[in-house]
């Protein structure tokens, strides 16, 4: 049984332009509502954040 899926962010999740598509966003809700926990990850420290 798949508990937890983790993803990396940049590269992977998001579009260059830091958006998610509509389906993306879709998947996740439907996982979430499956009970599976979805944990985003990223290499990158806080200061390493153009915010």
Partial sequence: MIKM????????????DKSI????IDIINRVR?????VIFATARGESSQNW
Wanted: hydrophobic share 35%; glycine share 10%; aromatic share 4%.
């Fill in 21 to 24: 598509t509509r389906y993306t």
């Fill in 5 to 16: 899926v983790v993803t990396d962010l940049d590269g992977t999740l998001l579009r260059k």
């Fill in 33 to 37: 509502e499956l009970g599976i926990k």
